[in-house]
């Protein structure tokens, strides 16, 4: 248990006398019944099996946040770097300001957070690993590395950056409320360490003594609906009705007076200046997903047309399956999907743990995507081996393959779809992250069977069919893409700060990616509509599928670099995106106390797989095989 | 475990294992937070935790003592003695005894051909009070040179020098209680929670169970300003035309404490003569503050019940910083305002023990706030250390920054820095650089040989950093703390303590002069000599001060004897009628015309320049700037500058710009932000080969104190910022 010193100060004990029955958004604050087999046992602290005394143990508890108070000392996230022994570029708390008016009548807004330990914990949710619980004690959400893979998804789809992917270990570490201390009656660290008295904690919705609001609204701040954090604010001293960001965020926040809340809106900090940005935007760390989603969605689309051409009766791609083509095109595209998805496994930062991809079909789309994904790749994989053997049983056993390839790839992708369209990330989660996947699906599906197969076939029905499939791919990602554009642009949400990054930062990729993207589309119709000679077409069709792909990675690698997280403003150097980067590129990150680190190289750990195995009792295993196949 | 999870993992919260804490007292700041540092078995330091019983931080402590116990094996530490012919070549390794001896004999040299004060010693604030004391043993009774300072020149002389007009002596009356009991509060050029977020809590805590008035006197918005009843922000250099005006309006309105003044002060007729031409409305065209601002301070201030003032480097860091503190301290006597609870006159001080080097080093004196001036002090000390009175100057010599002139037009020759970095602190580089140059000797004794001045240095002394040694350490309320030893000194290093009294030894070959073999019999030397003085500690033991967790001068024997227990605070000076520290025990109030000699803005130079402290780092950075949890949050510089200013230059936030003055430029990174004036900048102080590239310094006549924050820069937008990025990465990187 944690050691309480004897001279420990008053003001760092929990002082809840009484407490609510529901919070503010309706639930209960006492997280289970009285007589529920999750009381009175251990949270097992670091082996320690004493049970805490704490009168409100099962009671959901929160920070308290007096934004009035904060005087930005650092204090707070100091204390909780030493207490959980943190290097200093990891930091479970963090300070950032967001600022108005006019010299001398100015305001700083500091805002402390950390992990708000929500009522909906999107991130458990998320995390396909199932790294996190949400516990009956306390309402703590923790999370545990040894589990995490260090894919970051939680760190997406959080809106406060309360989890913390290490780009050194791979892997993420967050706030765990210092339940270590709440067990003996103590604040979290932080909230002892404040020096403004602006940061408390106690049961949520409790207000400390001498403050006198419990709001869910600061600016700055992301809407509640996403999660419902378990956090507090008083923030009663008037604030300008404009207030802006220091860090590189083009957003700042305007008072809507109806409903007297902060609304974000665009704040064009660099300018309309438009530019090229072609190293960041194809060598960022995201530039697996762009391998991994491109190559799957393009082999799954020309698999789908394969297998299930016959069901429209498209003849000419049916009859595909009986040339000559049919064994190696089926080998380009196996190979093609497993460098997708070798690019995605290694960009994790555990990758030998890929097999823990699984353990959230429960809540996670993302591990429903991973099994989708993963299912099709087996079933594909049997199908190209099947289909080197003539025999009808053999080729009953294709027909299987094809089809629960088919099921799983579909799953797969609606599942893809779904994990890019999440609250906090505003500039994902609207229907075009659905008409760019599915297109991509048609389009570049197309394409490639038309690469693979056009210049070596002679049927202009096989052209025509392959020209338009591509076509209307193209045709629903274009649409989409205006729509996207149109609603980003007068989007009141980090929406429109993507927008405007996409805009300016990569202004000049994105018109070119608008350009590749009709110039494709209308070639392609006009090839579907002319049936050239085939000569020309087999010369044509690879240079218009080099121009629908370029386009789709183009596209794609936009959709991951410009997209903004809801994430609460930081400071100057600190939590500022654009300072890291800075430092990344000029080399002043290559000192440790820079607090900003470089990707390390995250090896496929053979070793501590076959430990994995070796210590795991085959009992262990079925467990976890069966509550993965049972959703528990 | 909610969401359907039926199995509960183990929690893993990172455990130190600390089995050992040790009790010490922050070597940052002059707050004088009691720090306990943790050792897990093995010893290696891992932990820092606030001491929950001490009255100065109850717990608490901010970002860098946090961080403290990081120090030890920071990198750039001076692993070894440095030996070298001339600068131009590398150094070597060599042991002690040949460092001593070959600084020792160039001492010796210079000293010799050139006359004893050709040789300069420039210490510090960072040490420990015993260490300051054997040093000034070293100096005044060894040595012998009267060129002999501290670099608290560059922060406190000021308010010591103010001190001594007013007062009689130096020593802050106030204490950190005062907040608990004031019904005003004027910060002037003070921003607690930036500079001293422990002092700024305990304010805090005092007015959220009590509201009284803030007034805070500032140029640039800062968290206090902000959060203060009433902001002034003041052109600046010009406090004390607002000093004047409101005093103006004290004695116009009949607010003044007529009974104290009569009681306590002399100078009154004088001093409201002079105050009778500073008007408000005359006032306003000088200082900034509107008329009506300045009567209704000056009403909500003389009508208080108690009222107090502190200051730091806003007041202190101008050619009228020590006006300044007399203009405060006439504040605060006219209203009736010294010894009360809750009505001080309290400097925050700078450095961690900048009040032990004012109290014991001999600097601008001798030990225990004696002077060289008078001859009774000359003969008690020269008699209590066995060195003859006559040996000691009989007027103090040369202050810091009259120090690096002198070696400048060569009257001195040789220099031993003692934990200071003047390369970093000291106005306008290009000359400091120029002056270390033509040194014929230089010796560095620092616990950093990445220090930027060992560039210059002939000898490099590794010292010992503060809890790798032991010995006392004064606050900025007097207080007397304790630091225990945690670990022993860095690889070869020595405490500065064992440096001063083994290069002593090369000058005391009669073993003449006397060294207590202990720090703890050191502190029974001083104890012995603050008998019956102002800051009488006769009644403290190093095990005392552990105990009580700090104690407050004076305490002396006599209370010790009675079993007087010292209080936990609260305990202030002059606190009866007419015990100030002059013959007749009266204050001196005192006329301070104002006299406007500061560089300003004009047409080429349109931008006042301000510098100051971030919470983050410490004074040069030696320390925090490879300490990861400090330094992350400014690791490089930047420049405050407003918007307005900044859309006309045609610069974006976040780019790189030169900034120019008369004395030289500095590449900084721009923060667009309304927290400053149109016409002026702010850049931090912290970084080398920065800010005091530009700033001028010009010196305060009494205190010598430079004027760090009134100067005129321009600024120029850089074109190639990927040239300025390689430039401003190489002066940051340890």
């Known amino acids: 248990m944690f050691e309480v010193r004897s001279d420990e100060p008053k003001y760092a004990f929990l002082w809840d006398k009484e407490t609510r029955e529901k919070n503010q958004y309706g639930q209960d604050i006492e997280l289970t019944t009285k007589d529920n087999i999750l009381r009175n046992v251990s949270l097992n602290i670091n082996d320690n099996s004493d049970i805490g005394e704490n009168p409100n143990r099962y009671k959901q508890h929160g920070f308290y946040f007096n934004a009035d108070n904060c005087i930005g000392c650092h204090a707070c996230e100091a204390a909780c770097s030493e207490k959980n022994d943190n290097p200093a570029h990891i930091s479970f708390r963090s300070v950032g300001y967001v600022e108005g008016g006019t010299y001398p009548d100015y305001q700083r807004l500091n805002i402390s957070m950390a992990c708000n330990h929500c009522d909906d914990p999107v991130c458990l949710k998320g995390c396909p690993t199932r790294a996190y619980t949400k516990y009956a004690e306390y309402g703590a959400v923790i999370q545990d590395p040894d589990i995490c893979f260090g894919c970051g998804y939680c760190t997406w789809v959080c809106p406060y950056n309360a989890p913390q992917l290490d780009p050194i270990k791979g892997e993420v570490s967050k706030c765990n409320m210092c339940v270590d201390r709440l067990e003996v009656g103590l604040k979290p660290s932080c909230v002892s360490a404040c020096l403004g008295n602006a940061l408390e904690f106690g049961v949520v919705e409790n207000i400390p003594e001498n403050r006198v609001e419990a709001k869910t609204e600061m600016p700055g701040f992301p809407t509640t609906d996403i999660t419902q954090p378990n956090i507090r604010f008083q923030q009663s001293v008037p604030t300008h009705r404009e207030m802006t960001r220091t860090d590189g965020v083009p957003l700042k926040y305007h008072r809507d007076d109806e409903e007297g809340k902060f609304k974000p809106e665009l704040d064009a900090k660099q300018g309309y200046s438009s530019h090229w940005n072609w190293k960041k935007l194809l060598t960022s760390h995201e530039s697996a997903h762009v391998i991994f989603t491109l190559s799957t969605q393009a082999v799954l689309g020309a698999f789908l047309l394969l297998v299930l051409s016959f069901i429209p009766g498209l003849e000419s791609i049916s009859a595909l399956k009986a040339g000559a083509l049919f064994n190696p095109a089926l080998s380009i595209m196996f190979v093609l999907l497993t460098f997708g998805l070798f690019k995605l496994n290694m960009h994790l930062g555990k990758p030998h743990r890929f097999y823990r991809g699984f353990n959230n079909l429960k809540h996670s789309p993302l591990s429903r995507e991973i099994a989708g994904v993963s299912a099709f790749y087996t079933f594909f994989m049997g199908y190209v081996a099947l289909s080197f053997f003539n025999h009808p049983t053999i080729q009953m056993l294709a027909a299987v393959c094809a089809t629960l390839g088919s099921i799983s790839g579909v799953l797969g992708l609606y599942y893809m779809v779904k994990l890019y369209q999440i609250k906090a990330r505003p500039f994902w989660n609207h229907w075009q992250t659905a008409t760019s996947f599915y297109g991509s699906l048609l389009s570049l599906g197309g394409a490639l069977l038309g690469l693979l197969t056009i210049p070596f076939s002679a049927s202009s029905e096989l052209l025509v069919t392959l020209a338009t499939l591509t076509c209307i791919g193209l045709g629903i990602e274009i649409i989409g893409h205006v729509f996207h554009t149109i609603d980003m642009r007068k989007a009141s949400s980090e929406g429109v700060a993507s927008w405007y990054i996409q805009r300016t930062q990569f202004g000049k990729s994105w018109i070119t990616r608008n350009v590749l993207l009709v110039t494709a589309f209308i070639s392609i119709a006009s090839l579907s509509l002319s049936s050239p000679q085939h000569l020309i077409a087999s010369y044509l069709w690879p240079c218009l599928f080099l121009l629908t792909a370029s386009a789709a990675a183009i596209s794609r690698s936009l959709f991951f670099v410009t997209v903004i997280p809801t994430t609460m403003p930081g400071a100057f150097f600190w939590k500022n995106k654009q300072f890291s980067e800075h430092a990344l590129e000029t080399g002043l990150a290559e000192m440790e106390q820079v607090g900003v680190e470089h990707e390390a190289p995250h090896p496929f750990r053979w070793d501590e797989l076959f430990h994995t195995i070796k210590t795991t009792p085959l009992k262990e295993m079925a467990r976890q095989t069966r509550n993965i196949i049972f959703f528990r | ?734």
């Open chain 2, 1 to 734: 475990m909610l969401f359907g999870r039926k199995q509960k993992n183990p929690i893993k919260i990172a455990d130190k294992k600390i089995v050992d804490w040790t009790y010490t007292t922050c070597g940052y700041c002059s707050t004088g937070c009691a720090i306990e540092v943790g050792k897990n078995e093995q010893g290696d330091v891992v932990g820092t935790q606030g001491v929950g019983n001490a009255d100065v931080n109850r717990g608490k402590l901010c970002v860098k003592g946090i961080f403290e116990h990081e120090l030890f094996d920071s990198p750039g530490r001076g692993k070894t003695p440095l030996l070298r012919k001339q600068t131009s070549e590398n150094f070597r390794e060599a042991n002690w005894d040949e460092t001593l001896d070959h600084t020792a004999d160039e001492i010796k040299r210079i000293q010799k051909k050139y006359g004893r004060d050709a040789f300069a010693v420039v210490s510090t604030g960072q040490i420990f009070t015993e260490e300051f004391y054997t040093l000034g043993k070293v100096v005044r009774g060894l040595l012998g040179t009267n060129n002999y300072d501290g670099n608290t020149t560059l922060c406190m002389a000021s308010a010591v020098s103010g001190y001594k007009r007013s007062f009689g002596s130096d020593g802050p009356p106030g204490c950190y209680e005062d907040f608990e009991h004031t019904d005003c509060l004027m910060a002037w050029g003070s921003n607690l929670p930036e500079q001293h977020p422990i002092i700024y809590w305990r304010m805090k805590e005092a007015k959220e169970k009590r509201d009284f008035p803030l007034i805070v006197i500032d140029p640039r918005v800062t968290m206090l300003a902000q959060f203060a009843d009433i902001h002034l922000a003041i052109v600046p250099g010009t406090d004390v035309v607002l000093m004047n005006s409101l005093l103006h309006v004290i004695f116009a309105e009949g607010l003044e404490d007529k009974a104290y003044i009569k009681a306590n002060t002399v100078g009154i007729k004088a001093l409201k003569e002079e105050v009778a031409n500073c008007d408000p409305a005359t006032a306003y065209k000088i200082c900034g503050i509107d008329e009506d601002t300045i009567r209704n301070v000056a009403r909500l201030y003389a009508k208080a019940g108690v009222a107090m003032n502190i200051w730091t480097m806003g007041i202190n860091q101008s050619t009228h910083g020590s006006d300044g503190v007399v203009g405060l301290n006439n504040l605060s006597l006219v209203s009736g305002n010294v010894g009360k609870p809750g009505g001080t006159s309290l400097s925050i001080t700078g450095q961690c023990n900048a009040m032990g080097t004012r109290e014991w080093s001999s600097c601008s004196g001798l030990p225990g706030y004696r002077t060289l001036e008078n001859p009774e002090h000359r003969e008690e000390i020269g008699k209590f250390w066995n060195v003859d009175p006559e040996f000691f100057p009989k007027k103090r010599g040369l202050a810091q920054t009259d120090i690096f002139p002198a070696i400048e037009t060569g009257q001195v020759k040789g220099l031993w820095l003692i934990a200071t970095n003047p390369m970093t602190s000291m106005a306008n580089t290009p000359r400091i650089r120029k002056m270390l140059d033509k040194l014929e000797f230089l010796v560095v004794q620092d616990a950093y040989e990445d220090m930027e001045c060992v560039e210059y240095a002939h000898a490099f002394l590794p010292a010992a950093v503060w809890a790798e040694k032991e010995g006392v350490m004064t606050n900025t309320e007097r207080r007397v703390n304790m630091v225990r030893q945690v670990v022993p000194p860095y690889k070869q290093s020595k405490s500065d303590f064992d440096i001063f009294k083994e290069l002593g030894k090369r000058f005391n070959a009669d073993n003449k002069v006397k060294f207590s073999d202990t720090v703890a019999e050191t502190f029974d030397e001083m104890r012995e000599l603050s008998k019956g003085r102002l800051l009488d500690m006769s009644g403290m033991t190093h095990e005392l001060i552990e105990e009580k967790r700090g104690i407050q001068w004076p305490y002396t024997e006599e209370q010790a004897s009675k079993d007087e227990a010292p209080p936990t605070g609260g305990k202030r000076l002059y606190t009866k009628n007419a015990t100030f520290s002059f013959p007749d025990g009266k204050a001196r109030l005192i006329a301070l015309p104002f006299i406007d000699n500061n560089e300003r803005p004009d047409n080429a130079f349109p931008f006042w320049l301000n510098s100051g402290r971030l919470v983050e780092h410490f004074h040069t950075r030696t320390r925090t700037g490879k300490v990861g949890n400090n330094n992350k949050y400014s690791p490089i510089p930047f420049m405050e500058i407003n918007p307005d200013a900044a859309r006309q230059l045609g610069i974006e936030h976040q780019s790189y710009v030169r900034c120019v003055s008369r004395r030289g430029d500095a590449i900084v990174m721009a923060m667009l932000t309304q927290r400053i004036a149109k016409d002026a900048i702010f850049i931090p102080f912290h970084f080398y080969d920065c800010v005091n590239r530009l700033t001028l310094g010009l010196l305060d006549p009494h205190s010598r104190q430079p004027a760090f924050k009134q100067a005129a820069v321009r600024i120029e937008k850089l074109e190639d910022q990927e040239a300025a990025a390689q430039m401003n990465k190489e002066m940051r990187t340890y």
